[in-house]
């Protein structure tokens, strides 16, 4: 089995980057031993409901930038 995490892929899609059907084509051309991950989304993406096994929603509670650190380059960015 091998896994490819496609960080943000869903935030680009919500931006307009990427459109619904090239996510649904990720998926629809994935081999049947490739675990896909896909995150990013800053909204329920209700057009993968029929086609992901897994959908969770992960959210903030604390994070430093809150109180004023910058971005630091290799962790959120």
Known sequence: MHMLI?????????????????????ID????NLELVLSG???EPSYLED???LIT???KV???IDDGQRARRGAEF
């Not at 943000?8 to 990720?26: K, N, P």
């Open 62 to 64: 604390k994070h430093p």
């Open 57 to 59: 929603n992960v959210r």
């Open 51 to 53: 086609r992901a096994d």
């Open 6 to 26: 496609l960080d943000e892929v869903l935030y680009a899609a919500d931006r307009g980057l990427l459109s619904e059907d090239d996510v649904h084509g990720l």
């Open 41 to 43: 989304s800053h909204t």
């Open 29 to 32: 051309a994935k081999p049947d």
